[in-house]
């Protein structure tokens, strides 16, 4: 707009300079082409500045990050290694404080056993996980590890004892290996390698230009499939005593599928775990069921039992489908 104005009035002045004779249309022609240039210069500048202005609102939003301090605090004392007995004690939760998302939730998950957790969209599956991991506290009730109250076992140990697979896997843009270890780069190559051979993952890997340096681009070079297997392999860095998958409810293709049901085979071994299930193959691996509504227990029982009983919740949605039923 101020262009376009400075631009008409340096074309009236122009023209009545030319009128009196003062210059030429050469001079002009002249004066015309020097703003032009100077033009687009300024242009970029104003730009630049802009994009300066928005990366400096992000550098103090992430220093406001860095300083951020966790309210979730612990005392001390770690929990012992092995597979972890796990334990809710009229456990309420709400994410903005009107409407609970779990209510008075209680179970108990015996060491070395594996729950299927089962449930409509938004009834509170991914938050009991999120709970386990203490990304949030309860507001009433408790959570036991091993008998103890997750409150006061300090907050790296929780973490590295437990362990989550989320719905969406975050991959980082970063060499594969870093992906992996969460950049630890004590982890020696064999191991990251053995550990990709036993997800079968080997010739994924193989076939990258650079192997494990090769930078992930999160959008372009993956698969779900593939993503899933590489945040299963995370899993083996850590020696947790209590792994919860929440499966994406993506399909899959039946080679990939296998390389699934292989690699949760594995994950499971001599661990406690909790398998938010969205397919048939992975809910036949639970010892327990425990199917949520709303927050609260519909129905929970041993999987075999309840399979057995064709009135049960269970033994319905097994004949109707999961994915009818739960997608
Ligand atoms: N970070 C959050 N902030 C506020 N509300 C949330 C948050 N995460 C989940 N909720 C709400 O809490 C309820 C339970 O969510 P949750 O993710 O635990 O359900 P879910 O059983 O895992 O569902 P799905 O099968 O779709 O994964 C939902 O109503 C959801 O909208
Ligand atoms: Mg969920």
Request: charged content about 25%; glycine content about 8%.
């Amino acid at each position: 707009g101020l262009v376009a104005l400075g631009n008409g009035l340096a074309f009236g002045f122009g023209a009545y300079l030319l009128r009196t004779g003062a210059i030429t249309i050469g001079t002009i022609y002249l004066f015309f082409h020097y703003t032009e240039m100077l033009r687009r210069p300024l242009e970029q500048i104003t730009r630049q500045m802009q994009e300066l202005q928005r990366a400096s609102a992000s550098v103090a939003r992430i220093s406001d990050l860095f300083a951020l301090r966790p309210t979730a605090e612990a005392r001390d004392g770690s929990l012992p290694p092995g597979p972890l007995r796990v334990e809710f004690r009229g456990v309420t939760f709400a994410y903005e404080s009107d409407e609970p998302v779990l209510r008075d939730l209680s179970f108990a998950l015996s060491a070395g056993q594996i729950l299927g957790l089962l449930g409509r969209t938004g009834s509170g599956k991914t938050t009991v996980g999120r709970l386990l991991a203490r990304l949030y506290d309860p507001a009433a009730g408790a959570i036991h590890l091993d008998g103890r109250d997750i409150r006061e076992v300090p907050l790296a140990d929780l973490r590295s004892r437990v362990a989550v697979v989320t719905q969406d896997v975050q991959l980082f843009h970063a060499p594969v290996r870093d992906n992996l270890t969460f950049f630890d780069r004590g982890v020696p190559d064999e191991r990251i390698l053995a550990v990709l051979d036993d997800l079968g993952l080997r010739g994924w890997v193989a076939r990258l230009p650079e192997g494990l340096d090769t930078i992930l681009d999160p959008r372009a070079t993956l698969s779900a499939g593939e993503a899933q297997l590489l945040a299963f392999a995370r899993v083996f860095f850590k020696n947790p005593g209590l792994v919860i998958l929440d499966e994406p409810s993506s399909r899959l293709d039946p080679v990939t599928e296998r390389l699934i049901e292989r690699a949760v085979a594995a994950l499971l071994r001599d661990r406690t775990g909790i398998i938010i299930a969205h397919r048939l193959d992975t809910v036949q691996r639970a010892d327990e069921i425990m199917i949520l509504e709303a927050g609260q227990i519909l129905e929970s029982g041993p999987r075999a039992a309840l399979a057995a009983d064709p009135a049960s919740r269970f033994a319905r949605l097994l004949r109707a489908g999961l994915e009818e039923v739960l997608a």
